[in-house]
């Protein structure tokens, strides 16, 4: 079960990835569990990504809510 913190920043990785910073602790906790993935830098920093099982988890709670 993903904690408030952890919610939140998947959304906002899914609505705005170039405003996270890539050292919040619930970064490491969405990629261990696949929800995110960090892409190598284009241009500057790495980028976090929503995988295809992070938007599943985000559709449910849509659903739900």
């Not at 408030?4 to 910073?21: G, I, N, Q, S, Y």
């Not at 490491?28 to 099982?53: D, K, N, Q, S, W």
């Amino acid at each position: 079960m993903l904690s408030p913190h952890e919610l939140a920043t998947l959304m906002l990785v899914k609505d705005a990835p170039e405003r996270m910073e890539a050292n919040r602790l619930e970064l490491g906790a969405l990629r261990e569990l696949e929800l995110i993935v960090i892409e190598p830098p284009e241009a500057g920093l790495p980028m976090p990504r929503v995988t295809p099982r992070g938007d599943a988890v985000l559709r449910a709670i849509a659903r739900a809510g």
